[in-house]
């Protein structure tokens, strides 16, 4: 007699992928992507400004050589408009994994925005607005990157693997079959 494995659910249980953060916070998520979104397009475009010489001369070679505002904005942009989609695609995990990815990385990036901007405003005494600018868009994105990673953290990962002893959690009933 062949071996024929046994089913590890039961027939009357249909296995489907769960949404990883609870609806209750999405809106939060999306809000506060939203909100990240705008504070990189900010900190993009002034890094760009950066780059034009008449502001280039009174900003720090240091945030305009690099373009410390550029690849900053850009990345918190990349968070923000995952977070977005995110919204869009609930049930997609790699999605809020992406997005748990890419707001740990804009909040190193935001981190160092935020070093070069008190670096560059003890440093070069004329036109310290740039810098100060600079320094307040890294502090918001920061902040916006903590909100985002603690929604998943606490909503998506925690209950997660508080429920990870359950087999069945992530089990619904199949009304067709009940």
């Known amino acids: 007699m062949a071996f024929q494995p046994t089913p590890r659910f039961p027939q009357n249980y249909l296995t489907t992928q769960s949404q990883l953060i ?3 916070y999405s809106i939060a998520s999306l809000i506060t992507s939203i909100i ?38 850009v990345l918190n942009f990349v968070a923000g408009v995952l977070g977005m989609t995110m919204k869009c695609h609930p049930t997609n995990n790699d999605l809020t994994h992406a997005t748990f990815a890419f707001n740990i990385i804009g909040f190193v990036a935001s981190a160092v925005q935020i070093y070069f901007s008190v670096f560059s405003y003890y440093i070069y005494h004329s036109g310290r607005w740039p810098m100060t600018v600079s320094l307040i868009l890294g502090i918001a994105a920061a902040v916006a990157n903590t909100a985002i990673i603690v929604i998943l953290i606490v909503t ?3 209950t997660r693997a508080c429920r990870s002893h359950n087999q069945f959690s992530h089990i619904v009933l199949n009304p067709a079959t009940a």
């Open 22 to 24: 609870s609806p209750g």
């Open 156 to 158: 998506g990962y925690c």
């Open 36 to 73: 990240q979104t705008v504070i990189s397009l900010a900190s993009f475009i002034l890094g760009i400004l950066f780059l034009v010489p008449p502001i280039s001369y009174s900003t720090s070679s240091l945030l305009a050589g690099i373009g410390t505002n550029i690849w900053v904005g």
